[in-house]
């Protein structure tokens, strides 16, 4: 069981930067593979990005490829998503979540566990 609680979201402005990060309890952590998703009213949620449990595997959707950074620190339970070049189009409650699944990092149905998302907002 692990639980986890996002913070770092808020208003920025197209072109800027801002980085979420994602506290995870439970001294399991280090074996998730940790992914984030993000659902824009009305539309389904969406993958991000993903980070294997040793740190040596990302992936990243085509919409953020280049300007999105997953990182991990497993001493510190902490998932971090550095966002860059933010667009309108990024703005969306996101999610961090858990998975123990290593291959099918961008279905959410393969993450048991979520946090209570945080709203971005990108303005034009």
């Known amino acids: 069981q692990v639980q986890l609680v996002e913070s770092g979201g808020g208003l920025v402005q197209a072109g800027g930067s801002l980085r979420l990060s994602c506290a995870a309890s439970g001294r399991t952590f280090s074996r998730y593979t940790m992914g984030w998703f993000r659902q824009a009213p009305g539309k389904e949620r969406e993958f991000v990005a993903a980070?294997?449990?040793?740190?040596?595997?990302?992936y990243y959707a085509d919409s953020v490829k280049a300007r999105f950074t997953i990182s991990r620190d497993n001493a510190k339970n902490t998932v971090h998503l550095q966002m860059n070049s933010l667009k309108p189009e990024d703005t969306a409650v996101y999610y961090c979540?858990?998975?123990?699944?290593?291959?099918?990092?961008?279905?959410?149905?393969?993450?048991?566990?979520w946090g209570q998302g945080t709203q971005v907002t990108v303005s034009s």
């Open positions: 979540a858990a998975s123990y699944s290593s291959t099918n990092y961008a279905s959410k149905y393969e993450y048991p566990y």
């Open positions: 980070i294997t449990w040793g740190g040596g595997s990302t």
